[in-house]
């Protein structure tokens, strides 16, 4: 297993996407055993335009999610700046659920606890799945660059930064 980088994040690429869902097929298999795609830590969306667009979880910089949570269930890797979900201490209120901008969280009506995406430890399923590179890990500060060329200047401060 690769060992994660804390200068590495996720980053989707809408025009090299074509919407296939494998990524979602490799990260529901890796979690649960299954290619039920609604337990897909990432998800791959058609917009009212007919766009398809990528959602993960951004691991930000000040998350919310962690903020909010009551039984501090959510932490922040200070080394890795990764935001890991420990499900053991969830208590499954849902708050993180409720707070995340991005709807990342998901809760788990089997489990009875909030789920997200853990970068598969720093090996990510959806990466390696991804035929065409449309998901891939990115260093964060190419990442923002990326963003701000497609997308003008926007702040993309919610990507988690390196703690150094």
Do not use: W
Not at 131 to 154: F, M, N, W
Request: a negative charge.
């Amino acid at each position: 297993m690769a060992k994660i980088s804390n200068r590495l994040t996720l980053l989707y690429d809408a025009e090299r996407c074509t919407g296939c869902l494998m990524c979602m097929i490799a990260c529901a298999f890796k979690h649960y055993r299954t290619t039920d795609i609604s337990k897909a830590h990432i998800r791959i969306v058609v917009t009212e335009d007919g766009e398809v667009e990528g959602l993960n979880c951004h691991h930000c910089e000040t998350p919310l999610c962690m903020t909010v949570c009551p039984s501090d269930a959510i932490v922040k890797d200070e080394e890795t700046g990764m935001v890991k979900f420990y499900n053991l201490r969830c208590i499954g209120c849902r708050s993180c659920v409720y707070v995340c901008p991005l709807s990342m969280p998901v809760f788990d009506e089997f489990l009875r606890v909030s789920v997200k995406c853990d970068l598969c430890d720093g090996d990510p399923e959806c990466v390696k799945f991804c035929s065409p590179q449309a998901i891939r890990l990115a260093d964060r500060e190419q990442a923002k660059q990326l963003l701000t060329a497609r997308y003008g200047a926007v702040s993309y401060t919610h990507l988690t930064l390196p703690t150094n």
